[in-house]
């Protein structure tokens, strides 16, 4: 069994592997072949606006990996409103659905208004005027897809979510972390924390203010709870040893962790109020990343209890665990579907180490990505994506692959080597 010096080594690096820079656009690595037929015509009066308003919507919508937009240029006409929609010439192009958009600046901002249509039922599903203030034109037009993705497959939209993710640069005594949150679809990203310490396993609290990770700063590790916008924060925990795998409890009043201050490593739930500390597992093995189950009553967590990693149920005031995993020798960093009814974790195949679905009853396990060094997923609120890290070329970066595996992405992030992505709640 591998000592605890050896499983922070492990991790660390996992985390400060070889420098990447990445570019920053969303690359298109696999399309679905059931993708719904959508228009997305630019806007009238967007020429002149900072944001391409209808490309956002059309990369936010491609990237969900349930709508083929159509290229622009097979576009015969651009209508702005629904009275100038030709319903006849959409369904010659085969489009199915067509968003339809104006803007305009108003004062110190932008009104924005727009159209979605029902090609095949030639009528109006959805209209709205969106008023921007300031120039936040990007934030509007994920607010567009969330709208024109809901009113389609009845599914809440996840574009106007943020992710937070782990980056490494330099080599040796020149490392360089930094914490950095952003749109989900990658761009605007903005440094939170640097550090010359390891900066490992974001978590965002379930409103969404505020993150959990952790930092190496005072040469062992310690867990700290940060706002994302003030870029206040407290230490929550620095025990002897293992300070681990923070991971919010639904109601975001308590933390589970994994700790090692009383021998080996074990899950313990501590509660951010009265500062109590409740031990969760006790066993003679590595017991880490724990997560809770979406009605808070139960923690699935990673252990090598049975000889290899795999996935482990328990309930959170305690008591036996049951192995929830069987596929195969390597499971581990499970997450919850938001429903509960599905894991998506790290599982080894034949080809490497690779994200995985698995059905929680039945046991079904369905790997859903193609790259083969994957690690860390972290699942869409809405449970449509799955985000997680991967390298290639020696290269670490960030990469996202729909639900049932048919569509999947490379997102844009900061320069340096790309870790522990971590995806936020609804924001609102």
């Not at 009238?44 to 059309?58: F, K, R, T, Y």
């Amino acid at each position: 069994m591998q000592t605890l010096s050896k499983v922070w080594l492990f991790c660390a690096l996992l985390l400060i592997s070889s420098v990447a820079s990445a570019n920053l656009t969303i690359e298109i690595t696999r399309g679905s072949d059931q993708a719904l037929p959508i228009g997305v015509v630019p806007f009238d009066g967007g020429e002149g606006l900072p944001e391409d308003i209808a490309q956002i919507v059309q990369d936010d919508l491609e990237r969900s990996g349930m709508f083929a937009p159509l290229a622009r240029n097979a576009m015969f006409e651009r209508p702005s409103q629904a009275s100038d929609v030709q319903f006849g010439t959409w369904r010659s192009l085969d489009v199915r659905y067509l968003v339809v958009g104006r803007a305009q600046q108003t004062g110190n901002g932008y009104e924005l208004q727009f159209e979605l249509m029902d090609i095949s039922g030639q009528s109006r599903m959805i209209g709205e005027t969106v008023t921007v203030s300031g120039n936040d034109l990007r934030g509007a037009a994920h607010y567009i897809s969330d709208q024109v993705f809901e009113a389609i497959t009845d599914i809440r939209g996840a574009f106007s979510t943020k992710i937070a993710y782990v980056t490494a640069q330099g080599v040796g005594d020149n490392m360089q972390f930094g914490l950095y949150v952003a749109d989900a679809d990658g761009q605007r990203s903005q440094q939170v924390l640097t550090s010359d310490q390891p900066i490992m396993s974001p978590a965002w609290s379930p409103d969404g203010r505020k993150l959990a990770y952790v930092s190496f700063e005072t040469e062992r590790p310690a867990i700290y709870i940060q706002d994302v916008s003030t870029g206040q924060r407290v230490q929550a925990t620095s025990f002897e040893g293992i300070n681990g795998a923070p991971a919010w409890s639904p109601d975001g009043r308590k933390l589970a962790m994994s700790l090692s201050k009383d021998g080996q490593p074990d899950i313990y739930v501590l509660d951010i109020g009265s500062r109590s500390l409740d031990r969760v597992t006790q066993s003679n093995s590595i017991d880490t990343e724990p997560t809770w189950s979406p009605d808070g009553r139960s923690l699935i967590f990673t252990s090598d209890r049975s000889g290899g990693p795999q996935i482990y149920r328990t309930p959170v005031g305690g008591g036996s665990a049951d192995r929830l995993t069987y596929t195969g020798n390597y499971n581990a960093r499970a997450r919850f579907s938001p429903e509960g009814d599905e894991l998506f974790l790290i599982h080894q195949s034949g080809r490497g180490y690779q994200v995985a679905r698995q059905e929680l009853d039945g046991g079904r396990l369905v790997v859903i990505s193609e790259t083969t060094r994957d690690e860390s997923p972290s699942v869409a609120p809405n449970g449509t994506m799955v985000i997680f890290a991967t390298q290639q070329g020696g290269s670490g970066f960030l990469s996202a692959v729909s639900a049932d595996g048919r569509s999947s992405f490379r997102l844009p992030a900061a320069q340096g080597e790309v870790r522990d992505p971590a995806w936020s709640p609804f924001l609102n």
